[in-house]
């Protein structure tokens, strides 16, 4: 039994989406958030899609830009990242520059891939965020766009020792100050790019469908 146009152009989508969302990837959690004028909020640094691809985490160096006008950075927690990249056999630092509007921490494990796997799971948080509320206004959080110094994660070494930057979607997010409001969730490029095939192909179908009709009715 065939599946009718829609149906079958809907799974077809379906199906792209899922394949879409198995990436690895490194999101800024929760998307989308408030806080008062003077309040604090974290946001947490969480890694996910690992397993998909038989991953670790061995380092991290990471920092996110945000609009120091409506933003305060007031604390970088890495005790996550420390804890999932093996505790006291860790070496790490921080960075606070709001003269740059970027803020953000770095962990590198001693640990070999071996005992790193058995630490980590599919999804886990490196570091969280604290941000005070200076004004009225939504502040974009997003990762920055340098892989060297700004945006790395390293996962499983390779031959040669070195570790290999892990290839990463990223997702940032938003916080609304005050009585702003953050602008609705856009869809991902690949979801539009999805949506639009699914709806096409319905149309090509449907056509033909009503073509076929008309040459049935007029015989």
């Excluded at 996110?64 to 604390?75: D, E, Y």
């Amino acid at each position: 039994m065939k599946l009718k146009p829609l149906a079958a152009a809907l799974a077809l989508a379906a199906a792209g989406l899922s394949s879409a969302q198995a990436a690895p990837m490194l999101s800024i959690l929760p998307a989308q958030s408030n806080v008062a004028v003077n309040g604090f909020i974290t946001v947490d640094i969480v890694i996910s899609g690992l397993t998909g691809i038989n991953e670790i985490v061995s380092g991290f160096d990471l920092n996110v830009s945000f609009n120091m006008g409506m933003l305060q950075a007031t604390f970088i927690e890495l005790t996550p990242g420390i804890v999932a990249l093996g505790g006291v056999n860790t070496l790490f630092g921080f960075d606070a520059d709001d003269s740059d509007a970027k803020v953000g921490g770095d962990v590198t494990s001693f640990l070999d891939d071996d005992d790193l796997d058995a630490l980590q799971g599919d999804s886990f948080t490196l570091m969280r965020l604290t941000f005070k509320g200076q004004a009225q206004g939504v502040s974009f959080l997003n990762f920055g766009t340098d892989p060297d110094l700004e945006r790395l994660v390293t996962g499983r070494l390779l031959q040669s020792g070195i570790a290999g930057v892990l290839d990463l979607e990223y997702r940032g997010a938003c916080v609304a100050v005050g009585d702003a409001t953050c602008p609705g969730q856009v869809p991902e490029p690949a979801t539009y790019g999805l949506a639009g095939l699914a709806l096409l192909g319905c149309g090509i179908a449907t056509t033909r469908r009503r073509r076929s009709d008309g040459q049935v009715a007029t015989a």
